[in-house]
């Protein structure tokens, strides 16, 4: 049987969520340093990873903004003054879509409850609700105000559930007048589509440099061949320039990612090299810039090539070892699910987790998969998506 070392040293050791989203309860006991979640599409792989995020921010209004944005999940109503307001659908946030008062959500360690975020649907104190003229006309009369209360160790803290998204600020911190909110940990996202330039130039900045820069231009040069292989890598260009006709479209202008090719003079949009490195630079870019947090990458097999998928993954596995960085990451390929195989067991400092999601009587439950099984599963190609 292979043995790893145990990484003391994770946020997240093991995990359960209970009452969010499609997750009526779901309760996994072994989290890596990079885990891969592989599972049906509609299974619940994203949702996981939303709740993972949430997690990270404490349930940070812009979190959830963000999150719920995303899915286009708001609604639309009248202040006092009968102006339209939209705020995010806090709703979709809970199993079934459905909240009244002792509604409830919770994410974080399966053992060690103190790290658990819970958040629970509650009844705003009248005097609280007469302190602002913030709520939506529809709850304005009622004596119980709908609130969300959030937990986190030893903190409380409430939200109105329905406000002005402008003044979110006055009410998104502890009861006892302090601004501060418990610790965040830090959490960069992937999607299945591309960094944008805005954000890839942000990350840019902080390696620039620096010796995580040379990891990004080394990522870029797993699809190099004799025609194409990067030997630097820049970000240029203005973020916002003085003075632009309006006829120009955005896409001439701001920062964007150049690359040196060997044996070339002029430099040639990163873009132009492809979708698959745009996302090997943008993963490799985000992996160099965070320390000490999480990762989270939806679809992470888009635009990666069958052929270079263990050594993709023998990269994130090193970097996220090197920087004490978490990674979550989904996929319903086969050959991403093989690659990341093969990495796990060519590491011998860290360990990579599969984990197989499925639903059953609208369940979902985890399938771990031990090195051991995940040899033999990418040995002899027996199916574990």
């Known amino acids: 049987m292979t043995i790893r070392p145990t990484d003391t040293a994770l946020k997240l050791p093991d995990l359960n969520v209970a009452g969010f989203r499609g997750i009526e309860d779901l309760s996994i006991s072994r989290l890596g340093r990079v885990t891969l979640f592989a ?11 939303e709740a993972i995020q949430l997690y990270a921010a404490r349930c940070s209004y812009d979190e959830v903004e963000r999150l719920l944005d995303g899915r286009e999940e708001f609604i639309t109503a009248e202040d006092e003054d009968g102006d339209e307001v939209t705020t995010v659908d806090w709703e979709a946030l809970f199993h079934g879509r459905h909240l009244s008062v002792g ?11 103190e790290q658990r975020l819970t958040v629970r649907a509650v009844s705003l104190a009248e005097d609280q609700s007469k302190q602002t003229d913030l709520l939506i006309r529809e709850y304005a009369s009622n004596d119980e105000i709908p609130a969300l209360e959030i937990e986190f160790g030893s903190e409380k803290w409430e939200l109105p559930l329905l406000y002005h998204v402008r003044s979110r600020g006055r009410y998104n911190r502890l009861p006892n007048g302090k601004s501060r909110l418990p610790p965040v940990i830090r959490c960069e996202s992937l999607g ?5 330039n805005s954000h890839v130039a942000k990350l840019w900045d902080n390696v620039a440099l620096t010796d995580a820069e040379n990891q990004t231009v080394q990522a870029l040069n797993l699809l190099s061949n004799k025609y194409a292989e990067a030997e630097r890598i820049a970000v240029i260009g203005d973020e916002r320039p003085s ?8 896409r001439f202008y701001g920062r964007r990612a150049v690359v040196k090719l060997k044996g070339q003079d002029d430099r040639v949009p990163l873009k132009s090299l492809g979708d698959g490195a745009t996302r ?15 990762l989270v ?11 270079i998928q263990r050594d993709f993954w023998n990269m994130v596995i090193k970097t996220a070892h090197e920087n004490s960085t978490q990674v979550f990451a989904t996929t319903h390929s086969w050959d991403c699910v093989k690659g990341f195989a093969q990495a796990a067991i060519d590491s011998t400092e860290v360990e990579g987790t599969l984990i197989r999601l499925e639903r059953s009587d609208n369940r979902i439950r985890a399938i771990e998969y031990s090195e051991d099984e995940l040899e033999v599963a990418a040995k002899q190609h027996i199916e574990v998506r």
């Open 39 to 49: 599972g049906k599409n509609g299974v619940g792989k994203t949702t996981l990873l």
């Open 103 to 113: 509604s409830y959500f919770s994410i974080g360690p399966r053992e060690n409850t």
């Open 192 to 196: 299945p589509g591309l960094l944008d």
């Open 243 to 250: 003075r632009v006709p309006s006829r120009i479209p955005s």
């Open 280 to 294: 090997l630079f943008g993963v490799a870019l985000v992996l160099a810039d965070i320390q000490d947090g999480f």
């Open 297 to 307: 990458v939806d679809e992470v097999e888009n635009g990666i090539h069958h052929s």
